[in-house]
């Protein structure tokens, strides 16, 4: 027997020892019951992570996992790496289609998409460890448990199931409508409901854009830029991001070659928002700079490239810098052009609504809580999503700011928001809240906002 054939039978025994079937532990730890077959019969590589999500939900108390390290030392585990087992020692060799950690176990961000066996992932809030975090799971996993707004957004059919029409008059046209609708649509029904759709009308337009020739091609080819733009923005928003990061990229390839210099300033701006959300400022400052460059001076692309900056001094703590640059902005926006659909959205309560954000990063609570307040008076009551993402970064700066009880009837709006969206973003900043307020239970209102928060998360025990 191999090492990693006796590594599973211990899962196994584990397992066994506490009553729990397969189903029964995926459930509980947010591995799909097929991963953990193959698990205990050795047939697959065990991600360390895995290990770890089996140890702490058996009561194992590290067992499982010094025995994973044991495994993934062991002589006879051969070349395939931690968790494989070179098919001479027993274990099967791990095929092309084995999944990486990202679509096992629960940490961290990840990936909406397929499993080898056909299953479909989402991205869902969990509470792992007392925390809200994005987690890939089963979709049937989310469904089963009731949180119907999340489990949206599967994977798109295959490019076979979307033939562009023949009969279609105006490609240009008709892709331009659809595109314009589901913007409209997403801020109503949220990104889960409407990237898949995108996603299908994306690989027709593809499939029309390499049919066509000359002019045709390139006007298809810009439109098909916008829409890899457009899905990526929406992965981004429901926390999938290794696909926001692969469509965004796409875009600024396609960018590139239709030679369309704004477009290329637009989505580098668009990687600099990416960077941010993921956690990686500096890398930001870099994208947000090179889209000012690329950007014609004196335009609103410009104008979109400074704030990105300015956020970016905000994530990293520079305030004076912060302050500096939205002043830039504003000063800017007077003096912009009219770009047509660059930037036509923005405003100067647009840039205090961005500062807001920024101050609440700086820890200056009371002026973002006030901002946000302005921002939400203002707000169209179509723009259902964007008022559910300022009530969770309102709620926010109530919190810090020490008002409580405001901050958990906030963050209650938003909960509900939230489930009728699948919003990340809305998620994300009620985690954040939540972990504010569960040190004062006892204030106002806070039993209730974190009560409701509980019943649209994932709970692996």
């Known amino acids: 027997m191999g ?31 097929s991963h953990i077959g193959r698990f205990e019969r050795a047939e697959r590589p065990v991600p360390r992570h895995a290990a770890i999500a089996f140890d702490e939900a058996l009561g194992c108390a590290g067992k499982l996992v010094r025995s994973w390290e044991e495994a993934r030392h062991d002589p006879c585990q051969g070349a395939t790496g931690a968790g494989g087992e070179a098919p001479g020692c027993g274990a099967s060799a791990c095929g092309p ?63 076979a199931a979307s033939v562009p029409p023949a009969d279609m008059l105006s490609p240009v046209e008709h892709f331009t409508h659809l595109r314009r609708a589901m913007i409209q649509t997403d801020n ?17 337009l593809a499939a029309r854009r390499r049919a066509a020739r000359g002019a045709d091609a390139a006007e298809l080819l810009a439109l098909e830029t916008r829409y890899e733009e457009l899905a990526g923005w929406l992965a981004q928003d429901i926390g999938d991001e290794r696909t926001a990061q692969g469509h965004t990229a796409r875009a600024l390839d396609a960018s590139h070659a239709t030679g369309d210099t704004d477009l290329t ?3 580098l701006g668009r990687k600099a928002q990416l960077a941010l959300d993921t956690g990686h400022p500096a890398d ?20 979109i490239a400074v704030l990105h900056e300015a956020h970016a001094h905000a994530v990293l703590g520079d ?3 912060t302050h500096r640059t939205y002043e830039t902005a504003l000063s800017l926006l007077e003096r912009a052009e009219g770009d047509g659909v660059w ?14 954000r920024s101050l609440a990063a700086l820890g200056a609570y009371e002026e973002a809580a006030a901002g946000f307040s302005s921002a939400l008076s203002t707000l169209p009551t179509a723009y259902r999503r964007d008022r559910g993402v300022y009530l969770a970064r309102g709620a926010r700066a109530h919190a810090g700011a020490g008002d409580l009880p405001l901050a958990a009837k906030l963050g209650g709006q938003a909960v509900g928001i939230a489930v009728e969206t699948g919003s990340a973003r809305i998620v994300e900043q009620l985690g954040h809240l939540d972990q504010v307020l569960a040190t004062a239970p006892g204030e106002e209102g806070i039993t209730e906002f974190r009560a409701a928060l509980d019943r649209i998360v994932l709970h692996p025990v």
């Open 3 to 33: 090492p990693w054939h006796r590594w599973g039978s211990e899962l196994r025994q584990y397992r066994q020892a506490k009553r729990l079937s397969q189903q029964a532990l995926a459930c509980v730890t947010l591995i799909d019951r």
């Open 97 to 159: 289609g084995a999944s990486t950690p990202a679509s096992l176990v629960t940490d961290g961000q990840g990936q909406a998409g397929s499993g080898e066996d056909g299953t479909d992932i989402v991205v869902a809030p969990a509470r792992v460890h007392g925390r809200i975090v994005l987690v890939p799971v089963p979709r049937r996993i989310v469904l089963a448990a009731g949180l119907f707004g999340f489990a949206a957004a599967a994977v798109p059919l295959p490019a």
């Open 188 to 204: 109503l029904i949220g990104p889960r409901n409407v990237l898949p759709a995108l996603q299908q009308h994306l690989t027709s």
């Open 265 to 267: 300033a637009y989505i």
């Open 284 to 303: 930001a400052l870099g994208m947000a700079a090179a889209a000012r460059r690329t950007a014609h001076p004196g335009s609103r692309l410009e104008v």
């Open 319 to 321: 305030a004076a810098s």
């Open 343 to 356: 930037g036509s959205w923005l405003d100067v309560p647009y840039i205090n609504t961005a500062r807001a």
